[in-house]
């Protein structure tokens, strides 16, 4: 799909939610701050009755909050044991149909951990149950985009190029593009020339239409020289949050921006706050 402009919103409910484990609750807080999407977090696991569900559909189409949903932490395609990449694959399964009971278009999600395996050898295991997920979700008739994150440790599969070459492999697949997550993963990329550098690669090796259906992370980040460590919110990192809107706006991007700093919607309004100033 494709969007008419850039959309910033919450991973999970946010923080000044009365009721935070309710996500109707959160989409309505969402619309009330000003933002304008939600990101489902079902990072520990996929439960959320059909009667939720089917509400928190109705009330992001009423209020026009589109969501965006995570699955599971506790997902590995290249687990060592079959039945943990069937569990896997379950999981990922599980988050689409209840991401689509919910009205959800996009979804994310850690793919593998490398095992000390060859990234060509994982590559292919990934590929190839994605293809499996693709089918499936087809037969349940479910249309969502499958978004394998860019991941922020090393021994994480999901690196830039990893990521552009899936979404040419397998035709449901589009990459969820952390920048947080790649600068602590490269200990680069932290400059406005070089956010640039990026969308244009993904501009040229996808096609333009992929700057116009962005799934994107953001938070402030710490790290070290095997990735990322934790999440900070903006003002506490060193992150070029400032040069990647820029880069954003020069570059006409439109799609989803999700907040992921502790701060949740603080970070997330200052974001579109400072975009939307951008000339």
Known sequence: MAFDKMLFGTAGVPNSTLR????????????????????LEFAHGVRMKEEVSSNLRKVSYELQIPLTSHGPYYINLN???????????????QTAKISDMCGAESMTFHAAFYMKDSPYD???????????????????????????????????????????????????CLPCLDFSHLYARTGICNTYEEFCE???????????NILKN???????????????????????????????????KDK????????????LEIDAKMLKDYYTYLQ
């Not at 687990?79 to 379950?90: G, L, P, Y």
């Open 122 to 172: 994982v590559f292919d295991l990934v590929e190839k149950s994605l293809n499996v997920i693709e089918e499936r979700l087809n037969r349940l008739d479910i249309e969502i985009e499958l978004r394998p994150e860019l991941t922020g440790k090393t021994s994480q599969f999901g690196s830039l190029d990893e990521l552009i070459q899936l979404t040419k492999a397998v035709n449901s």
């Open 20 to 39: 935070k484990s309710n996500p109707i609750e959160g989409v309505k807080q969402v619309h009330r701050l000003g933002l304008d999407c939600m990101q």
């Open 214 to 248: 962005m799934h994107i992370h953001i938070s402030g980040i710490s790290s070290n020289s095997k990735g990322d460590l934790k999440h900070l919110n903006l003002e506490s990192s060193d992150f070029n949050w400032r040069g990647l809107m820029r880069a954003l």
């Open 79 to 93: 687990a060592r044991e079959q039945d943990k990449i069937d569990s896997s694959v379950e999981r990922i399964i």
């Open 198 to 208: 990026v969308l244009d690669l993904l501009k040229g090796e996808v096609g333009k």
């Open 252 to 263: 006409q991007c439109t799609g989803y921006v999700i907040c992921n700093s502790p701060n």
